[in-house]
């Protein structure tokens, strides 16, 4: 093993999660800060709760809106043009045209 090119070993290094839990454990840096701990994770708790540190749901919620409004509007169309196609058929069918 290289002598000096290791980092410092910090064996009581403090864990600190955004919920207010904090723990010791072993690391290279003296003090970690995190978002999520097994005590505020939804898959540990059983809440269904969003962490939207930047902004990145709400920015998504838009872009559905505004496109589930266009994709109902493309549908009615797609839909129109089928009926009128039916129509078309049937006339077709009984000499109409």
């Known amino acids: 093993?290289?002598?000096?090119?290791?980092?410092?070993?910090?064996?009581?290094?403090?864990?600190?999660?955004?919920?207010?839990?904090?723990?010791s454990t072993g690391a290279t840096l003296p003090e970690i800060k995190v978002d999520l701990c097994s005590a505020c994770h939804p898959f540990f708790t059983g809440e269904q709760r969003i962490?939207?540190?930047?902004?990145?749901?709400?920015?998504?919620?838009?872009?559905l809106e505004r496109t589930a409004g266009s994709a109902e509007q493309i549908k009615i169309q797609q839909e129109a043009q089928h009926r009128a196609a039916q129509q078309e058929r049937i006339a077709r069918r009984r000499g109409d045209t």
């Open 1 to 23: 093993m290289k002598a000096k090119i290791h980092p410092k070993y910090y064996p009581e290094a403090r864990v600190t999660c955004a919920c207010g839990n904090r723990w």
């Open 51 to 63: 962490v939207d540190t930047a902004g990145q749901v709400d920015r998504f919620m838009k872009r």
